[in-house]
């Protein structure tokens, strides 16, 4: 009997690894040593909300101190929270308030480390943007470390393909920063190209085949040009980290079963901080960087705040961001938190699949709209 080859064994090895659950997500461990001061006894979840609680006190205070717009939105709001729960009482933001950014700064321009701007539809209008301190992008870094270090080795190779990611501070510096203490070499496509040229499908797929990377980062329509060209996994891949826009389910599994890799899913957006929430080996729902985003789902009409399982728009509120916090922000995005504990283990609330997007328009009820495939969602924008 012929033995299985390296791919069947790697495959079959993830399957026995889902359906057992596994390792309970690293992020919880992350999370644990970041609360090693707070009551060991109780279950990690109580102690991840009395730290949110308490940062979101901390929140408001910094808000009416430091962001005109805020402080403005804040007037005759009761700033002292009882609970989680109060949360509901105070007003949401969206992303037309961030034409106003620069009365959301709460820092002076010179400790801007890096300004993005997004991107909008049509032309009128002042741009929307967001900005962020080294404090701010180092939070990421840290989210980025703890969550590739599951897909990642030292002295390995990862290459972060994501468009635009190269861009001075962007996510592909932001990861070779957070990874560099690990030993794990990070490139991109950049690197290899010259100056002007752009990628084309033949051409990444040569740099990728040519880079002998363990894993790699990509958004979703780069997988699938890759999945052309490469129908068995490029040596020695056996990790990728999908990004920046909605991966199609149907092409998660294709690549699955072809790759037989670690393939993991991503969420975030250029408001979160870029990282937000991140799957596990068991593929049960995204597990959210609670101590720095905190996450409400709320009902798309009523703005009423959702119970695990039901559906809504994804709201978040940034804990600790120094340059441009936000508060009750309106991402757009339809999905649900889900209910019970994630096959890997973790005790922790998970976001569910996104579902959908949630338009807007002034004087119209929200309408709910399913993104075609490999459109944006939960996008990072502007990497
Ligand atoms: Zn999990």
Same mark, same amino acid.
């Given at each position: 009997?012929?033995?299985?080859?390296?791919?069947?064994?790697?495959?079959?090895?993830?399957?026995? +690894?889902?359906?057992?659950?596994?390792?309970?997500?690293?992020?919880?461990?992350?999370?644990?040593?970041?609360?090693?001061?707070?009551?060991?006894?109780?279950?990690?979840?109580?102690?991840?909300?009395?730290?949110?609680?308490?940062?979101?006190?901390?929140?408001?205070?910094?808000?009416?101190?430091?962001? !005109?717009?805020?402080?403005?939105?804040?007037?005759?709001?009761?700033?002292?929270?009882?609970?989680?729960?109060?949360?509901? /009482?105070?007003?949401?933001?969206?992303?037309?308030?961030? =034409?106003?950014?620069?009365?959301?700064?709460?820092? %002076?321009?010179?400790? @801007?480390?890096?300004?993005?701007?997004?991107?909008? *539809?049509?032309?009128?209008?002042?741009?929307?943007?967001?900005?962020?301190?080294? +404090?701010?992008?180092?939070?990421?870094?840290?989210?980025?470390?703890?969550?590739?270090?599951?897909?990642?080795?030292?002295?390995?190779?990862?290459? #972060?393909?994501?468009?635009?990611?190269?861009? !001075?501070?962007?996510?592909?510096?932001?990861?070779?920063?957070?990874? %560099?203490?690990?030993?794990?070499?990070?490139?991109?496509?950049?690197?290899? =190209?010259?100056?002007?040229?752009?990628?084309?499908?033949? %051409?990444?797929?040569?740099?990728?085949?040519?880079?002998?990377?363990?894993?790699? #980062?990509?958004?979703?329509?780069?997988?699938?040009?890759?999945?052309?060209?490469?129908?068995?996994?490029?040596? !020695?891949?056996? *990790?990728?980290?999908?990004?920046?826009?909605?991966?199609?389910?149907?092409?998660?599994?294709?690549?699955?079963?072809?790759?037989?890799?670690?393939? =993991?899913?991503?969420?975030?957006?250029?408001?979160?901080?870029?990282?937000?929430?991140?799957?596990?080996?068991?593929?049960?729902?995204?597990?959210?960087?609670?101590?720095?985003?905190?996450?409400? @789902?709320?009902? #798309?009409?009523?703005?009423?705040?959702?119970?695990?399982?039901?559906?809504?728009?994804?709201? @978040?509120?940034?804990?600790?961001?120094?340059?441009?916090?936000?508060?009750?922000?309106?991402?757009?995005?339809?999905?649900?938190?889900?209910?019970?504990?994630?096959?890997?283990?973790?005790?922790?609330?998970?976001?569910?699949?996104?579902?959908? /997007? @949630?338009?807007?328009?002034?004087?119209?009820?929200? =309408?709910?709209? /399913?993104?075609?495939?490999?459109?944006?969602?939960?996008?990072?924008?502007?990497?």
């Amino acid at each position: 009997m012929r033995s299985p080859s390296p791919e069947a064994r790697m495959a079959a090895k993830l399957r026995a +690894k889902e359906n057992s659950g596994g390792t309970p997500s690293s992020l919880d461990a992350w999370m644990a040593g970041k609360l090693s001061g707070a009551d060991a006894a109780l279950p990690l979840p109580r102690r991840v909300e009395t730290a949110q609680l308490a940062a979101l006190r901390r929140l408001l205070r910094y808000l009416s101190g430091y962001s !005109p717009f805020y402080a403005r939105r804040l007037a005759g709001h009761n700033p002292d929270l009882a609970d989680l729960d109060d949360m509901a /009482r105070l007003p949401c933001t969206d992303s037309t308030h961030l =034409r106003e950014w620069r009365d959301f700064l709460c820092v %002076s321009q010179g400790d @801007i480390q890096r300004m993005v701007s997004l991107r909008t *539809s049509g032309t009128s209008g002042s741009p929307k943007r967001l900005a962020f301190t080294e +404090k701010d992008l180092a939070a990421t870094r840290d989210f980025f470390r703890v969550g590739l270090s599951e897909l990642t080795s030292p002295g390995e190779r990862l290459a #972060v393909l994501l468009p635009g990611a190269e861009r !001075p501070d962007g996510v592909a510096d932001q990861i070779r920063q957070a990874l %560099s203490s690990l030993d794990i070499r990070v490139e991109s496509p950049a690197h290899a =190209r010259i100056a002007g040229e752009q990628d084309t499908p033949e %051409s990444l797929a040569d740099w990728v085949g040519q880079g002998k990377f363990h894993c790699l #980062v990509a958004a979703p329509m780069q997988l699938r040009t890759l999945l052309h060209f490469f129908p068995q996994a490029p040596p !020695p891949l056996r *990790s990728v980290l999908a990004g920046a826009d909605s991966l199609d389910p149907g092409l998660g599994l294709t690549l699955r079963a072809a790759w037989a890799c670690d393939l =993991r899913d991503h969420y975030g957006l250029t408001e979160s901080g870029y990282g937000l929430a991140v799957e596990c080996a068991a593929h049960d729902g995204y597990h959210m960087r609670a101590l720095d985003i905190f996450t409400e @789902i709320l009902d #798309v009409e009523s703005d009423a705040p959702l119970p695990p399982g039901c559906p809504g728009e994804v709201v @978040i509120t940034t804990l600790g961001r120094e340059a441009m916090p936000l508060l009750r922000y309106r991402t757009g995005d339809l999905s649900s938190l889900l209910p019970g504990p994630c096959r890997c283990g973790s005790p922790m609330p998970r976001l569910g699949p996104i579902m959908g /997007r @949630i338009e807007r328009s002034p004087g119209q009820p929200p =309408r709910l709209t /399913r993104p075609p495939k490999g459109a944006r969602s939960g996008a990072m924008e502007d990497l």
